[in-house]
């Protein structure tokens, strides 16, 4: 089964470990902390853009309020993931909270796109090694590159950048997968607001909360518009 | 708070977070999340949130002191964008970006 496991998340293993690595070394270059707590957090908090944008927010001793905020709309897209999931999951026993708290972008998709066979019980102890595998990758590679940012000295002056461009790669990928730009400039005009009326300090929460209005109105907006267009058809 | 606490303080609080969002669907049932305005939610959030994101940290990371203001974040920023769009592999298009504003701050002739 082992076997069959590795083979499924080769390519989880090509992308986690590197990034992994990128993560660690960024911890380890910007921050005062021992290295290990690099994969640490890949241990207890498991997330790929929420851990590199911890990096920034330790380094501005973010106040806690603000880290559960920025932490928890970061990865607010995964709130839709367990949906497709949720009868996949069900009887899982003592599996299912670690299946829960492992489902990251990558994760996901392998697990919605792989073959299933009617043996539940056998696809979800399944589930859970390719889990526990694609963890394991992304703590080897925290680890690792806690371990080389700390050993290895060279000069890592704007290496931060990587998390301007993981933003600016993601905010790509939404626009493909999405086909509509409104929800990108909502976002960069409400972060240009939050900029312009608000200290750095409070301007992540400020634009999140712009945003969401945003978003309320252009659903209270649509809402209605759709009312319209039935009551019409009548 | 000492360091230590501030730490283990930190990485709770983002763990606790961070898992809130993937259980919260298997907590609140599939009826809840049917709802239009979750699911309206649901599709433009994402999307709203890293663009926001990425212009908060964009406009942090630029110099606009410079003789060319903006120019080592925007250039850096641009070529992401470019690399992403012709290969759409998301290491090269992060490695090229964080290079090359790397190399921008260290040569100092900005």
């Known amino acids: ?234 | 708070m000492t360091d230590v606490n501030y730490i283990a303080a930190f990485i709770a609080v983002s763990a606790l977070a961070t898992f809130a969002t993937r259980v919260v669907p298997f907590v609140f049932f599939h009826r809840h999340t049917e709802h239009p305005l979750i699911r309206h939610l649901g599709r433009y959030l994402p999307a709203a949130v890293m663009a926001l994101l990425a212009t908060v940290f964009l406009q942090s990371s630029a110099n606009w002191q410079a003789s060319l203001p903006g120019f080592d974040a925007l250039s850096a920023g641009a070529l992401v964008v470019a690399i992403h769009l012709w290969r759409g592999n998301a290491l090269l298009s992060i490695a090229s970006g964080t290079i090359l504003y790397m190399a921008i701050q260290q040569s100092g002739w900005l």
């Not at chain 1, 083979?7 to 290295?35: H, N, R, S």
């Not at chain 1, 972060?191 to 209005?213: D, N, R």
Request: a neutral charge; proline letters at 3%.
């Open chain 1, 1 to 234: 089964m082992n076997q069959t496991v590795f083979k499924l998340t080769l390519p989880i293993l090509f992308g986690y470990l590197p990034l992994g690595t990128a993560f660690g070394v960024l911890f380890a270059t910007q921050l005062d902390y021992a290295w290990w707590i690099a994969p640490l957090m890949g241990l207890v908090i498991y997330a790929g853009a929420g851990q590199i944008l911890a990096v920034s927010l330790l380094a501005a001793n973010a106040g806690l309020l603000e880290v559960a905020v920025a932490m928890f709309v970061l990865n607010a897209r995964h709130l839709f993931y367990g949906l497709s999931l949720l009868g996949q999951f069900q009887g899982a026993g003592w599996r299912k909270a670690y299946l829960i708290f492992g489902l990251t972008d990558e994760t996901y998709s392998l697990l919605t796109s792989r073959p299933r066979t009617g043996n539940k019980a056998n696809e979800q102890q399944l589930d859970f090694r390719i889990t526990a595998f694609n963890q394991l990758y992304w703590v080897v590679g925290c680890a690792l590159g806690g371990l080389l940012g700390e050993m290895v000295a060279f000069n890592s002056t704007g290496i931060e950048f990587a998390l301007v461009a993981l933003f600016i790669v993601l905010t790509i990928e939404q626009f493909k997968a999405l086909g509509d730009s409104f929800p990108i400039w909502s976002g960069a005009l409400a972060a240009g607001l939050a900029m312009l009326l608000v200290p750095p300090a409070h301007q992540l929460i400020a634009g999140i909360a712009i945003v969401t209005l945003v978003l309320l109105l252009h659903y209270r907006h649509h809402r209605n518009a759709l009312i319209k267009t039935e009551a019409s058809h009548d």
